[in-house]
């Protein structure tokens, strides 16, 4: 069976602190992988797309990378700020415009 | 700059009453989709469209049906809801041709009492 674990479930760390969310997934052969930001009752926000056949994808403090062979994908956060608290979800499909499957989310929380 | 679209926002269900929930995407995508979040469960597929004209069943189609009325819209209808449908809806679309991304609905919050 298709599945996607995120650990840790939850992370709480200090302002200004770098920080990974980590992402697995049972089959390797995906198409492509995604990583969201939920804010508490709104909902998901796109913030990187990883083609299959790429390694990692940058945008501004976020980078995410991707490592099929193993099965697992890393979001990792440079300099955190209280605003990038909320849950990180990964998601990964397994054909052209397919559905996706989802993880269940790292809930971060960045302190002042 | 709308994106996808739901509505309503909100709703209150007594067991055994129906509602259609509506999604409208106006990026032109061919793909759409319903998914439910729950508490422990993560986000689950209902139904999907990969086009107009066609819907399939995702993990957890039990209890709903869909109509991709065109290819803006794509609704979600339970017939005869229960407490276990509470839960809240997103609608999504995407491009089903190359490497694109996921888009979401800002979600409709169902109970169902």
């Known amino acids: 069976k298709q599945e996607v674990t995120q650990i840790p479930a939850a992370l709480s760390v200090p302002e200004g602190e770098n920080l990974v969310l980590n992402c697995s997934f049972t089959?390797?052969?995906?198409?492509?992988l995604q990583w969201f930001r939920q804010d508490p009752g709104k909902g998901l926000t796109s913030l990187l797309l990883?083609?299959?056949?790429?390694r990692e994808q940058t945008s501004g403090r976020l980078n995410a990378s991707l490592d099929k062979s193993s099965g697992r994908s890393t979001l990792y956060i440079a300099a955190s700020q209280p605003g990038d608290s909320a849950t990180y979800l990964c998601a990964v499909s397994y054909n052209q415009g397919g559905k996706l499957i989802f993880g269940q989310g790292t809930e971060l929380s960045v302190k002042p | 700059n709308a994106g996808v679209t739901q509505t309503p926002k909100f709703q209150v269900l007594k067991t055994g009453q129906s509602m259609t929930l509506q999604c409208a995407q106006d990026?032109?995508?061919?793909?759409m989709y319903w998914y439910r979040q729950d508490p422990g469960m993560g986000l689950r597929l209902i139904y999907y469209?990969?086009?107009?004209?066609?819907?399939d069943k995702g993990e957890v189609p039990n209890g709903y049906n869909v109509s991709r009325l065109n290819k803006r819209e794509f609704s979600l209808r339970l017939e005869s809801a229960a407490p276990s449908q509470t839960s809240v809806y997103f609608c999504?679309?995407?491009?089903?041709?190359?490497?694109?991304?996921?888009?979401f609905g800002q979600g409709t919050r169902l109970t169902v009492v």
């Open positions: 469209s990969a086009s107009e004209g066609t819907t």
């Open positions: 990026m032109n995508h061919n793909s």
């Open positions: 990883i083609q299959s056949s790429q």
């Open positions: 089959d390797s052969a995906i198409y492509n």
């Open positions: 999504a679309s995407s491009e089903n041709r190359g490497f694109t991304e996921a888009f």
